[in-house]
């Protein structure tokens, strides 16, 4: 299984021009994101992942989906929101992955991922926001910056946490790795699908996987990209990420992740 998933993920950049990925097996300590995961009432099961983005982020999040399938989970692409207003905005759904790039402005950040989770540690929504103001102009619009930004958000959105946060050290081949080798930390290692495994190895009651009506009100709503006030409190910083930690209604916290400009 592995073994495809890396021949895909090569064949996938290969297509879009670009340098096949070695999947390395390099054994960290575990790095799942407190545990969190989406609930599943059976395996495997297919996790929606609507995207709102412009045309040139299609091949990178098609590399990144099926980088990250493992044997209890998939993406599946779903119609996103048309591009204009509610791209920017980035609803929060119940039960999907949204995943949205706009020009949100030069406030030093390349990407974030928000997660919602349940008093279990079940994941019920996550958005992803790709930077376009930095991200298309001079010196951050290139094709292994763009891969690297959108694996590490959609990591995070399934439950992983970052493999190693020492800068300088050799890469660990992995996107949740900070890295300044960023050509070498394009996609998912090993390790990151043993903890995967580990974290999913068992069924729930209840699932929060699934398309509903009902937007989670829960988002970023400042007209602020950043949302300052809305992700809550600042909890832990360092030069490459900023971790927001803000309690909800119904015993809900969101968390989210805001990748720095370097
Ligand atoms: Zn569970
Ligand atoms: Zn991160």
Same mark, same amino acid.
């Given at each position: 299984m592995k073994k495809i998933i890396a021949l895909l993920f090569a064949v996938l950049l290969a297509s879009c021009g670009e340098a096949p990925v070695q999947v390395s097996s390099i054994t960290q300590p575990s790095h799942s994101w407190g545990d969190y995961h989406w609930a599943r009432t059976e395996v495997p099961t297919i996790l929606p992942v609507m995207t709102s983005i412009a045309p040139y982020w299609d091949a990178h999040i098609a590399v990144t989906t099926s980088a990250w399938t493992f044997s209890a989970l998939s993406f599946s692409p779903e119609p996103g929101e048309p591009l204009g207003r509610n791209k920017r905005k980035c609803t929060k759904l119940s039960g999907v992955v949204h995943v949205c790039s706009a020009?949100?402005?030069? %406030? /030093?950040?390349?990407g974030l991922a928000s997660i919602t989770i349940d %008093? /279990?540690?079940?994941?019920t929504s996550a958005v992803v926001k790709l930077n376009d103001s930095y991200l298309t102009s001079p010196p951050y619009d290139f094709p292994e910056l763009k891969q690297h930004v959108a694996c590490h958000e959609l990591g995070h959105t399934i439950g992983l946490d970052h493999n190693d946060e020492i800068f300088d050290n050799e890469p660990t081949g992995t996107c949740m790795d900070y890295s300044n080798h960023i050509a070498e930390d394009l996609g998912p290692n090993e390790h990151d699908f043993e903890v995967l495994e580990e974290v999913y190895s068992h069924i729930d009651?209840?699932?929060?996987?699934g398309i509903t009506e009902e937007p989670e009100q829960t988002g970023c709503k400042g007209r602020n990209p950043k949302c300052n006030g809305n992700l809550?409190?600042?909890?832990r910083s360092n030069k490459q990420e900023e971790m927001w930690i803000k309690d909800l209604p119904d015993n809900k916290s969101l968390r989210t992740y805001i990748l720095l400009v370097q």
């Open positions: 020009e949100y402005g030069r %406030n /030093n950040w390349l %008093n /279990n540690s079940h994941i009651p209840y699932t929060t996987i809550g409190q600042l909890v």
